[in-house]
């Protein structure tokens, strides 16, 4: 086999197990990979409504245009710390905390409540 067929065969099977290495990792992080892209989108939803670019996010945070880039690839395993920061910077709100009787209602969505005793007395007067 001539070298440049081996170099061609070799980089096949490292695709080949890079990938398989690549989809395995995705299944175990599936989770948080998930909010990390809905927080990159968020991110770039805020960027947009401010007309800023990566770089001047990166500026405003104290950190290098690398890292932005990082977080808006959604693929940023983020510190609370950054979060915080990121809220603060952008003026938005990326993470609420529920108390266990509320939950979230997305925006232009309507559902029925049932009307509990306190709302049906308050219609009688």
Known sequence: MTYTKKSIKDISVQSHENWIADVAWR???KAWLGKSADIALRILDALDE????????AHEMGVSPQQVSKYV??????????LCKLEKVLGIELVTILQKDEEVVQKGTWRY????E?????NKF
């Open 50 to 57: 401010l007309n800023w670019k990566k770089a001047k996010l």
């Open 73 to 82: 690839k959604g693929e940023e395993n983020f510190k609370l710390e950054t």
């Open 118 to 122: 306190k709302m049906e007395n308050r």
């Open 27 to 29: 299944k175990a992080n």
């Open 113 to 116: 409540v049932e009307p509990t």
